[in-house]
């Protein structure tokens, strides 16, 4: 079971615990994402971002690396259509760790700095929109 918010984990971006808003109307999952510097390494196209991962903090910044996947265009709750990197990287929600296709965009605005979409929620989960925090904050020895 999963509440309309729940803690999650981002452990090879070194993210161990981020508020993210559940939101089954949205096909792909969101990062809040302060820059973006794509690279090369290793001849392969890599994506440097900087992460706010506390809400309405911006003084917070971490640092993540992570070799791009895609650029899509893709249609915000509003309906306005942008071109977003996206990446893909486990997510930890509770004690379910899966793999969660996230585009990045700049989420400064929005009240959760991550938004977990359907796709990343497999068929795994049933949604309680009456509830929060249901799988508890997801513990990662290393982060």
Known sequence: MLGWRE???????????????????ARSSALHAATLEPYLKGGEPWLMFAVHPMQK???????CHAPIKDRRLVA?????????????????????????????TKRDSMRFRMLIGRTAMNKHFIIDPSASYLQGKPELPNC
Do not use: C, F
Request: zero cysteines; hydrophobic letters at 40%.
């Open 7 to 25: 803690w999650v984990a981002l452990p090879e971006l070194g993210i161990a615990l981020m508020k993210a808003k559940i939101d089954t109307g």
């Open 57 to 63: 903090d911006n003084d917070v910044i971490l640092e």
């Open 76 to 104: 915000n709750s509003g309906g306005h259509k942008q071109r977003r990197y996206v990446i893909e990287t486990p997510l930890l929600l509770g004690q379910t760790l899966t793999h969660a296709e996230i585009t990045l």
